[in-house]
């Protein structure tokens, strides 16, 4: 990029022209060696992890092609991360870069590191809230080949947009792609089992992500644009409004102010983004070794207690709204149909009272989740999952007659159930933290140049740029609370927009056609690419 910025007077001072940051310099040796030394590491942490959990349950390994098929697919599914990571990279570090506060080496790994950390730190609401979007009987069987023929459809497609979209730098979705990429599985699974293809997706649940995703780019334009004009309003400092001076780095203040809200970006991304590959490996180590991971071990003693009660209160509510009526056999089938169908008829609620009975005399029997025999803990698990998914429909449905006081009841019991069947355990938020940390500090330069020269005519200003990185930090922040996967990319490249056009910078019309190209031509794409895939892996499996 030419020099952008035309030269400026503060204070009388003659201000030299913004020059483009060095991209250029690579990492020296040492800091090589210590990546894949690291990498390395990470691998043989998870080896390990699987091994000691699987010991600690006392099963008895008879053939390790399970357990091959396993580290494949979580390859798969950690280099979906890594891809991730490098992918957004630009989110959080373009505008520390560009506005010289940060060399760009010292930047991605900064970003890197504040990444892994909010991983970390995640609670694990986006993990579950992406997984639940899945068709559930292959939630139910993911174990089985049609199981692993969605987890490496969705992950292989969302890995092979996530490189197209990075080769030519455009700053698109993961989030989006990997949405896309579960739609596709949904619809694709229905119709090769004769169902309407509108009924292989949580269209409820799909709409709520959708809409997260569809605002996101709005908040990022809208609220960074606000942002900048409210601090002209206050802080009239000309400084803060100049673009930097030559290669200099700013002033002090407006160095750390730039550097703290990169830092900000970077956690908030590495806590939304991160889940979403933990919620699939969860998926893969449920499907592959249920004796370890089926259901939380971990839980005290003390909860089965609090589950009996709870149990009782839900059957009590769900056998009365099935009074009069009654099932013979297997009530599982029932539910299943409710949960793929969502239309209440005179066997859900018999049906699934039946099945609340079943789970509680499973766990009495035991007396603990951790004595559960191995053989029998992926069917305790399906029909905790199967009774829980269940009552969040029902509780949801506007044809359920259910008053406030039995919603509460039910969402109580559902809590208990998740306690069981939704957890992560602290070796996979690891693993998935190195995964995108060590992706972030890799193949940055492609996406950075974008959002830091392509998107307005004049260089980046101090301003700007932290006005974009704030918005975004707050957006991914709040929508992480509410269990929300949000684009960080659509964020902040359309704050970085925002921002540009609210201080009268101009943008540039092709990079904004090519973003927004990109943005809707996400969604359709990833769904062909994994519901094409899932077609082959199905019938190859």
Not at 94 to 118: C, K, Q, R
Not at 213 to 235: E, M, N, R, T
Not at 494 to 499: E, K, M, Y
């Amino acid at each position: 990029m030419s020099d952008i910025a035309l030269n400026q007077n503060i204070d009388g001072a003659r201000i030299e022209p913004a020059s483009r940051p060095n991209l250029d310099k690579g990492f020296n040796p040492l800091t090589m060696i210590i990546f894949f030394g690291i990498l390395a590491a990470g691998l043989l942490f998870v080896a390990y992890s699987i091994y000691a959990d699987v010991d600690a349950t006392g099963t008895k390994i008879t053939s390790y092609v399970p357990y091959m098929l396993l580290m494949v697919a979580l390859l798969i599914a950690l280099g979906f991360e890594f891809v991730n990571g490098f992918h957004d990279t630009a989110n959080a570090v373009a505008t520390v870069i560009y506005t010289h506060s940060l060399p760009a080496e010292f930047a991605v790994m900064w970003s890197g590191f504040f990444n892994f950390l909010g991983v970390l730190t995640s609670s694990g609401a986006v993990a579950f809230g992406i997984v639940s979007l899945l068709p559930v009987e292959l939630i139910l069987q993911v174990g089985s080949s049609a199981g692993f023929a969605m987890v490496f459809a969705l992950l292989i497609a969302a890995i092979i947009w996530n490189l197209g979209t990075w080769y030519f730098g455009l700053p698109a979705s993961s989030s989006h792609t990997l949405i896309g990429s579960i739609i596709g599985v949904g619809v694709v699974n229905a119709l090769m089992r004769g169902r309407d293809g509108t009924s292989g997706v949580d269209w409820s649940k799909a709409t709520e992500i959708g809409y997260a995703l569809l605002l996101s780019p709005l908040v990022g334009f809208i609220c960074a644009a606000v942002l900048l004009l409210v601090l002209k309003q206050i802080i009239r400092n000309p400084a803060l409004y100049a673009a930097p001076d030559g290669h200099k780095a700013p002033p002090v203040w407006i160095r750390g102010l730039l550097i703290l809200t990169c830092t900000g970006v970077s956690f908030a991304h590495g806590s939304n983004d991160g889940q979403k590959g933990m919620g699939l490996i969860m998926l893969i180590l449920i499907g592959t070794v249920p004796t370890a991971y089926a259901l939380n071990r971990a839980l005290p003693d003390s909860q089965i207690a609090i589950f009996t009660k709870a149990s009782s209160a839900a059957s009590a509510v769900i056998s009365a709204k099935g009074a009069g009526h009654s099932i013979i056999g297997d009530p599982r089938p029932a539910v299943t149909q409710y949960v793929s169908q969502h239309q209440i008829n005179e066997g859900t609620y018999p049906s699934l009272a039946a099945l609340v009975k079943d789970i509680a005399d499973q766990v009495q029997r035991y007396g603990s989740l951790n004595k559960v025999p191995s053989d029998l803990v992926g069917n305790t698990r399906n029909d905790m999952y199967l009774t829980s998914e269940a009552i969040r429909f029902l509780m949801k449905d506007k044809a359920n007659d259910l008053n406030k006081e039995e919603v509460a009841t039910l969402n109580a019991y559902k809590g208990t159930l998740d306690s069981a069947t939704k957890f992560i355990p602290n070796w996979v938020k690891i693993a998935v933290a190195l995964a995108l940390g060590l992706g972030t500090m890799i193949g940055w330069k492609r996406i950075v140049v974008t959002v830091g020269e392509k998107i307005g005519k004049t260089h980046l200003t101090y301003a700007q740029g932290a006005a974009a990185e704030l918005v975004a930090a707050a957006t991914i922040a709040a929508a992480d609370n509410f269990g929300l996967p949000v684009s960080t990319t659509h964020v902040l490249s359309s704050g970085v927009a925002g921002a540009m056009a609210a201080n009268g910078s101009g943008l540039q019309v092709s990079t904004i056609r090519n973003m927004a190209m990109a943005w809707v031509l996400t969604l359709p794409i990833a769904i062909a690419l994994s519901g094409g895939l899932y077609f082959i892996f199905a019938h190859l499996f």
